[in-house]
């Protein structure tokens, strides 16, 4: 069974940082992209950064760009979100995420989340 | 970026109801789309990826269909376990959700 399971989370204040652990087991994580999705309070769900199998390839939401750094440690089977920098906006949710993939007619791999963690409140306030 | 918009925003229905959710995408999608359910205080749990593929274990009364740019989500007899919202996500280019449908009891 995957089991992901987030930590790291608290009340920070504006401009400070936070670094977000995700622990994975149930399957070969090393294998599989990773991501940070965030919904903050009453709110929808957006994604804020995906990190590839190989940990070479990463992407950031242009709303965390240049202050959110992923990454991960496949020795450790976990995930991490550097997040730096923080706005009162950042306040959410963490969730970390597991991606599936299929492949297109034309052969592109089309990633979608298939698992998730219970999430880590992050609190941005003075 | 893609747009995805859900319809209606909030849904009040009967147990045993037949349930309709609507997403539409900014641009077409083919059939890059996924259905969540999220329950308060819960993570979204995947019910359809491939726009109507059923993914296992969630019940059979849960169906997906559409392509391009118009997608529907029908729980076809609505069950107390179902109150919940549902998000749509587009996987085409990045990742894009819709704002949620609250299906609520009526």
């Known amino acids: 069974e995957v089991q992901l399971l987030e930590s790291g989370g608290g009340s920070v204040q504006p401009g400070g940082s936070l670094r977000l652990s995700c622990g994975a087991s149930g399957f070969t994580f090393s294998s599989y992209a990773m991501s940070w999705v965030r919904q903050a309070p009453g709110k929808g769900l957006e994604w804020v950064s995906v990190?590839?199998?190989?940990?070479?390839?990463?992407y950031y939401a242009d709303s965390v760009k240049g202050r959110f750094t992923i990454s991960r440690d496949d020795s450790e089977n976990t995930l991490y979100l550097q997040m730096n920098s923080l706005r009162a906006e950042d306040t959410a949710v963490y969730y970390c995420?597991?991606?599936?993939?299929?492949?297109?007619?034309?052969?592109?791999?089309?990633?979608?989340?298939?698992?998730w963690g219970q999430g880590t409140l992050v609190t941005v306030s003075s | 970026d893609i747009q995805m918009t859900q319809s209606p925003s909030t849904l009040s229905a009967s147990v045993g109801d037949r349930v309709t959710i609507t997403c539409r995408a900014s641009?077409?999608?083919?059939?890059?789309l996924a259905w969540f359910q999220q329950k308060p205080g819960k993570a979204p749990k995947l019910l359809i990826s491939g726009a109507s593929s059923l993914e296992s274990g969630v019940p059979s009364r849960f169906s997906g269909s559409g392509s391009g740019t118009e997608f529907t989500l029908t729980i076809s007899s609505l069950q107390p376990d179902d109150f919940a919202t549902y998000y749509c996500?587009?996987?085409?280019?990045?990742?894009?959700f819709g704002q949620g449908t609250r299906v609520e009891i009526k």
């Open positions: 995420a597991k991606f599936a993939v299929k492949v297109a007619p034309g052969g592109a791999r089309k990633y979608y989340f298939d698992n």
């Open positions: 996500q587009q996987y085409d280019n990045y990742w894009t």
């Open positions: 641009q077409s999608i083919s059939s890059w």
């Open positions: 990190i590839s199998d190989s940990g070479g390839r990463t």
